[in-house]
């Protein structure tokens, strides 16, 4: 079945314990992003990956890092997490870059950092 | 810097009351139009793109349509399992392919 796999889907952490989120797809997709959702805000864009080795910054990377060594696979990392970071993160992926075609989702990971 | 705001940003019908949801869009240049559905604690489903003004897409009982300004998402005859989060998100042609969304509507379907 073609997905996009996130993992934890919950973690409750305390602020500055490092963290890594995954996010796998095996739908040989080339682009992947994560977004963060949060209640009236919306889904806003942390970071992007055109293709393996090319990632950059979304709207609101502070804080996150994140890496893409191979195409199925983009991590994303809180190296020193804090309590603004509580949040609904979701891997979004899309077959090819500059194309129109839609986004598919994870189903999310909730983060709460204490 | 594009913006979406969609309304209501809640709605409650009865099963069977047609309604529409809107999605009012600001981009420099718009590349594609996407209407998502999100169940809770679920990441958003993808239902349909929009490239163009005039532009319509139906399946089951929803239907998008595109103009300049605005999409509408038409539900028809709905069900209670047509309950959930629908997102609008506009992609302007950037480089990052970001999506911007707007915050939602929440659609309650009681039978």
């Known amino acids: 079945e073609a997905q996009v796999t996130q993992n934890p889907r919950y973690l409750i952490t305390v602020t500055g314990k490092k963290l890594t989120v995954t996010c796998s797809q095996n739908m040989n997709h080339e682009y992947m992003s994560w977004y963060r959702q949060d209640p009236g805000l919306g889904l806003r864009q942390i970071y992007y990956?055109?293709?393996?080795?090319?990632?950059d910054k979304g709207d609101v990377p502070e804080g996150y890092k994140v890496s893409r060594k191979e195409k199925r696979n983009f991590p994303l990392i809180l190296e020193s997490p804090s309590p603004n970071q509580t949040s609904l993160y979701f891997c979004?992926?899309?077959?090819?870059?500059?194309?129109?075609?839609?986004?598919?989702f994870g189903d999310g990971t909730r983060l709460s950092i204490l | 810097e594009d913006q979406v705001t969609q309304s209501p940003e809640a709605l409650r019908l009865q099963e069977g009351e047609s309604s529409s949801l809107n999605c009012s869009y600001t981009v420099s240049g718009l590349r594609g139009l996407f209407w998502y559905r999100q169940d809770p604690g679920k990441g958003p489903e993808f239902l349909f793109t929009?490239?163009?003004a005039g532009e319509e897409k139906e399946k089951e009982r929803l239907k998008a349509t595109l103009t300049k300004k605005e999409s509408f998402l038409h539900i028809t005859a709905p069900k209670p399992e047509d309950s959930a989060t629908y997102l609008c998100a506009v992609h302007s042609g950037g480089s990052n392919y970001k999506l911007t969304f707007g915050k939602g509507t929440l659609l309650t379907v009681n039978p």
């Open positions: 990956s055109m293709n393996v080795e090319v990632t």
């Open positions: 979004a992926s899309m077959p090819q870059v500059y194309s129109n075609q839609p986004q598919h």
């Open positions: 929009l490239y163009s």
